[in-house]
Nanobody, 125 residues
Framework: QVQLVESGGGLVQAGDSLRLTCAASGRTFSSVVMGWFRQAPGKEREFVGFIKWSSGSTRVADSVKGRFTISRDNEKNIMYLQMNSLKPEDTAVYYC??????????????????WGQGTQVTVSS
């Protein structure tokens, strides 16, 4: 029984910052990859970044590089997405996901095994 719960979304102005949280429960997470994706209305789900749980190694998409960072609390099974210098084009529902199998990390949503419910981020100009 794996559960992922996102929180921390909201309405902000361009240039502001937000930190999203993904809390995982139901198992240990020493050998998994956890990722962030986002989806705007009428658009496909877009890769944001991932973290390898054991090492803490991260990758982020070019569109958010230098603005977004991913981190985790190993002991509490919590993943964070720190979003700085937010832009209107960052507006989307943000989802966290867990991948048991592709331990090198994947940017493909279809490879992830479990998903949270999403949290809305809206950036006004």
């Amino acid at each position: 029984q794996v559960q992922l719960v996102e929180s921390g979304g909201g309405l902000v102005q361009a240039g502001d910052s937000l930190r999203l949280t993904c809390a995982a429960s139901g198992r240990t997470f020493s050998s998994v990859v956890m990722g962030w994706f986002r989806q705007a209305p009428g658009k496909e789900r877009e890769f944001v970044g991932f973290i390898k749980w054991s090492s803490g190694s991260t990758r982020v998409a070019d569109s958010v590089k230098g603005r977004f960072t991913i981190s985790r609390d190993n002991e509490k099974n919590i993943m964070y997405l720190q979003m700085n210098s937010l832009k209107p084009e960052d507006t989307a529902v943000y989802y966290c996901a867990l991948d048991y199998n592709n331990l090198g990390g994947s940017n493909k949503a279809s490879w992830y095994d479990h998903w949270g419910q999403g949290t809305q981020v809206t950036v006004s100009s």
